[in-house]
T-cell receptor, first 113, second 115 residues
Framework: AQSVSQHNHHVILSEAASLELGCNYS??????LFWYVQYPGQHLQLLLK??????LVKGIKGFEAEFIKSKFSFNLRKPSVQWSDTAEYFC???????????FGTGTRLTIIP | KAGVTQTPRYLIKTRGQQVTLSCSPI?????VSWYQQTPGQGLQFLFE???????NKGNFPGRFSGRQFSNSRSEMNVSTLELGDSALYLC??????????????FGNGTRLTVT
């Protein structure tokens, strides 16, 4: 079964710092990749997605992610974080082999003003 | 457009009881998925329904069941509750079924506490 690893459980950054959150999945084949975000007190919402084509995808609020097939990775990046980026971030992988969407355990991001 | 609505928001039950959770998807969405969210485990997939048919299911015991009605509303039932069932249960809807890559729209969840 597909598994998704988010090695950073809690990341603390100062405002304006650069961000990179790691996401790795267990094995290849055709996949779709997603990042979801949960702001405090709000529901989970889609941040960005990769289906095919350009491996660098851009999402809302200045976030981007790069799909590196050879490394089974889909890391999330933002050049300069803001206090409002404080949230929990979940990576998810849709494996077309079993047609299941598997989520990582999430990374809690805290931005210090 | 109204979002995904889950009721109730909070539930407290005792071991051995059963519980039913309800989910109303976004209008026009035909797929409803259910997830269990616990600290450290992230989101664990329970099952997905599309057009009243269960399309996929996760690795949960048979005590967890669900159904979907003709108006796409869905219910999830957990029988013979155990302490380990305490969690946030999330419902998500999508236009098409998840296997096609259709992004999910989540509700705020139902917080179930089993004592």
């Amino acid at each position: 079964a597909q598994s998704v690893s988010q090695h950073n459980h809690h990341v603390i950054l100062s405002e304006a710092a650069s961000l990179e959150l790691g996401c790795n999945y267990s094995y290849g084949g055709t996949v779709n990749l997603f990042w979801y975000v949960q702001y405090p007190g709000q529901h989970l919402q889609l941040l960005l997605k990769y289906f095919s084509g350009d491996p660098l995808v851009k999402g809302i609020k200045g976030f981007e992610a790069e799909f590196i097939k050879s490394k089974f990775s889909f890391n999330l990046r933002k050049p300069s974080v803001q206090w409002s980026d404080t949230a929990e971030y979940f990576c998810a992988v849709l494996d077309f082999g079993n047609e299941k969407l598997t989520f990582g355990t999430g990374t809690r991001l805290t931005i210090i003003p | 457009k109204a979002g995904v609505t889950q009721t109730p928001r909070y539930l407290i039950k005792t071991r051995g009881q059963q519980v039913t959770l309800s989910c109303s998807p976004i209008s026009g969405h035909r797929s409803v998925s259910w997830y269990q969210q616990t600290p450290g485990q992230g989101l664990q997939f329970l099952f997905e329904y599309f057009s009243e048919t269960q399309r996929n299911k996760g690795n949960f015991p048979g005590r967890f069941s669900g159904r979907q009605f003709s108006n796409s509303r869905s219910e999830m039932n957990v029988s013979t509750l155990e302490l380990g069932d305490s969690a946030l249960y999330l419902c998500a809807s999508s236009l098409a079924w998840t296997g096609l890559g259709s992004p999910l729209h989540f509700g705020n969840g139902t917080r179930l506490t089993v004592t």
